[in-house]
T-cell receptor
Framework: GQNIDQPTEMTATEGAIVQINCTYQTSGFNGLFWYQQHAGEAPTFLSYNVLDGLEEKGRFSSFLSRSKGYSYLLLKELQMKDSASYLCAVNRPRGGSQGNLIFGKGTKLSVKP | DTAVSQTPKYLVTQMGNDKSIKCEQNLGHDTMYWYKQDSKKFLKIMFSYNNKELIINETVPNRFSPKSPDKAHLNLHINSLELGDSAVYFC???FGTGGEKLFFGSGTQLSVL
């Protein structure tokens, strides 16, 4: 089976740092994505990790440990506009060169003043 | 200039009706998808097409019939709508079939009464 877990909700304060965790158990692994989704809008790409380690992109960083089936998204200097759902998605191979993204249920982050 | 566009944005209809959602991408991608996001925000793949050919069909009821007239278009027709079909349907596209980064349309909120 495919299982991707992340907390349902988190709250943080403007200007602070927040870490959103994601653990996965999937039949195969070809990389992990983080997407941001504001209410009523489409998910938009944030980051991609295929090798272990930290990928930094401005205020956002994403970490991957393949041996632990674990990733986190780190958001620094939180702003009110960061209030959104954050979706963890695993690229699961389907045979040959094919794969597809399996999404977790998302973590709704609320940033308070 | 919209990369992935889908219409309509909102669809309200009665149980038993038939409806269609249209999707077009101008990114030159070879692969297009339909995802369903339920009330708990769980984003689940329904179908994937590569160059007009169906490559993923995730145990979706056969009341749902995707059609891809060319690689830039993927439409979704739903027959005999049921209450449980109420959800947000997202079209997406990617460069290949290997589980690459997805670009999402803005979603169609379907409400079946």
């Amino acid at each position: 089976g495919q299982n991707i877990d992340q907390p349902t909700e988190m709250t943080a304060t403007e200007g602070a740092i927040v870490q959103i965790n994601c653990t996965y158990q999937t039949s195969g692994f070809n990389g992990l994505f983080w997407y941001q989704q504001h209410a009523g809008e489409a998910p938009t790409f944030l980051s991609y990790n295929v090798l272990d380690g930290l990928e930094e992109k401005g205020r956002f960083s994403s970490f991957l440990s393949r041996s632990k089936g674990y990733s986190y998204l780190l958001l620094k200097e939180l702003q009110m506009k960061d209030s959104a759902s954050y979706l963890c998605a695993v690229n699961r191979p389907r045979g040959g060169s094919q794969g597809n993204l399996i999404f977790g249920k998302g973590t709704k982050l609320s940033v308070k003043p | 200039d919209t990369a992935v566009s889908q219409t309509p944005k909102y669809l309200v209809t009665q149980m038993g009706n038939d409806k269609s959602i249209k999707c077009e991408q101008n990114l030159g991608h070879d692969t297009m998808y339909w995802y369903k996001q339920d009330s708990k925000k769980f984003l689940k793949i329904m179908f994937s097409y590569n160059n007009k050919e169906l490559i993923i069909n995730e145990t979706v009821p056969n009341r749902f019939s995707p059609k891809s007239p060319d690689k830039a278009h993927l439409n979704l027709h739903i027959n005999s709508l049921e209450l449980g079909d109420s959800a947000v349907y997202f079209c997406a596209s990617s460069f290949g079939t290997g589980g690459e980064k997805l670009f999402f349309g803005s979603g169609t909120q379907l409400s079946v009464l």
